[in-house]
């Protein structure tokens, strides 16, 4: 049997709230152990021979959430944030942020800089974690980027063909999904990686983030290795 390790792995990272509220607990505490796995997802990725992953981790919907839970929210990316650069270097990983990051306070945007320009030189590992991201929000600084090159004359509108498009995206040069795992029970994309998910394997389950550990994804792994794999039909590997 092909037991072939897909190349792109991306997680909607869900059931942070759900599963604190089980074990009669603040939804702060799932966030907060859902950020450890995190950092422990990212050690299994790299042992199994995974070469991206992408995690939604906010959504540019999650800032309607109560002021207490955002504050929460923000506290934890800014101390993850920092402590991501020693799990960089552990895993030889290049860090990416995609999203609109302009919306967060100044010294996020700045400790995200720094994680990038860090670990820029690593190609071990490419983890690109979504914050104040939304697909739709992409696709359209994306586009009004291209209007503005055309509109300059430095675009010929005959040009933009798919793999022209893709350059104006937040994960531009990064090959699109393999597998999409989504946790915690829902059945939807939240508006994620709308475009890059086109011919992606999906997988849902109901083990919450936080619960979500190496079994559980080498669980996926198995069900993606039994999947025929076709892109309009054509099987892979055929
Ligand atoms: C979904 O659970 C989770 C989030 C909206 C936040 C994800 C954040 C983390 C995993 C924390 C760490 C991330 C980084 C990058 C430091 P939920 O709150 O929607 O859970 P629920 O659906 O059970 O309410």
Known sequence: MDRKVPAHVAIILDGNGRWAKAKGMPRSYGHMKGCANLESICDDVKELGIRYLTVYAFSTENWKRSREEVEGL?????SY???????????????????DISGFDPDIQESIHILEE???EYTELYFQIALNYGSRDEILR?????????AEGALSPEAIDETVFERYLDTAGVPDPDLLIRTSGELRLSNFLLWQLAYSEFYFTEVPWPAFDRQELEKALEVYQMRDRRYGGIKEGS
Not at 85 to 94: A, E, L, V
């Open 74 to 78: 923000m506290k934890l990316f800014r």
């Open 81 to 99: 944030l920092k402590r991501c650069i020693k799990i960089s270097d552990r895993n030889k990983m290049r860090v990416k942020v995609i999203g």
């Open 118 to 120: 860090h670990s820029k």
């Open 142 to 150: 994306g586009v009004r980027r291209i209007a503005c090159e055309a």
